[in-house]
C-alpha cells in the first residue's frame, strides 16, 4: 500500500483465443490451476490486506497472429 513495486515480471506467452470459463484473474489466491508448482493443491491464501493493483500492458500487440476468421468467431461467441 505504499506505492514500493514487490513483483514485477514479463509473462512471454499468453492464451491467443479464448479462456476456459473456470479461469480467471485472481489476486491473493488462485482458484484455478496453481500459479506456481512450487505450491500445493490448498493452504496457500494470502491472508494480508490488498489495498490495490496495477497492471501495465506492454506495447507488443499480437493481434496480428489471429485469424480475422477466429476473431469473427470469438466475438459472436462472446454475445
Known amino acids: 500500500y505504499d506505492g514500493e513495486s514487490v513483483g514485477a515480471g514479463r509473462v512471454d506467452q499468453t492464451e491467443p483465443m479464448a479462456y476456459s470459463a473456470d479461469e480467471a484473474c485472481d489476486v491473493g489466491a488462485d482458484s484455478g ?3 506456481s508448482p512450487d505450491y500445493g493443491p490448498a493452504g ?9 493493483v496495477r497492471i501495465d500492458i506492454g506495447q507488443d500487440s499480437h493481434d496480428h497472429l489471429i ?3 477466429d476473431k469473427f468467431n470469438i466475438a459472436m461467441a462472446h454475445q
Do not use: L, Y
Request: proline fraction near 13%; hydrophobic fraction near 25%.
Open 33 to 35: 490451476s496453481p500459479a
Open 44 to 52: 496457500n491464501q494470502f491472508t494480508g490486506e490488498i489495498q490495490w
Open 67 to 69: 485469424q480475422p476468421e
